[in-house]
Nanobody
Framework: QVQLVESGGGLVQPGDSLTLSCAAS????????LSWVRQAPGKGLEWVSG????????AYADSVKGRFTVSRDNAKNTLSLQMNSLKPEDTAVYYC??????????????WGQGTQVTVSS
């Protein structure tokens, strides 16, 4: 079965860095685009970043552009998110999600359980 397991969250101070990882199993990892999505306390889901199946194209939300870097290792079935210059507003539960398509309809069809990132002094 498809599994996505995030790790690497924690409590950090503003300006610190943190790297999140997502270990995938149960599907052909190199055939799917992936995303990072976060949910801040009391708010809805916010797409953070995405990466294509071969890692050749990446995209970022304006709120994290220039501070976060997404990458993947298809040999290790791992997705990563390097987060630099963290701000209190980056506090959220971070989820990795698989992009799946049924015909022409694509969506984030599988999600991990999430990892908490708290940025506070």
């Amino acid at each position: 079965q498809v599994q996505l397991v995030e790790s690497g969250g924690g409590l950090v101070q503003p300006g610190d860095s943190l790297t999140l990882s997502c270990a995938a199993s149960g599907f052909t990892f190199s055939s799917h685009s992936l995303s990072w999505v976060r949910q801040a306390p009391g708010k809805g889901l916010e797409w953070v970043s995405g990466i294509t199946d071969d890692g050749g194209v990446t995209a970022y939300a304006d709120s994290v552009k220039g501070r976060f870097t997404v990458s993947r290792d298809n040999a290790k079935n791992t997705l990563s998110l390097q987060m630099n210059s963290l701000k209190p507003e980056d506090t959220a539960v971070y989820y990795c999600a698989r992009r799946g398509c049924l015909g022409i309809v694509c969506s984030n069809d599988y999600w991990g359980q999430g990892t908490q990132v708290t940025v506070s002094s």
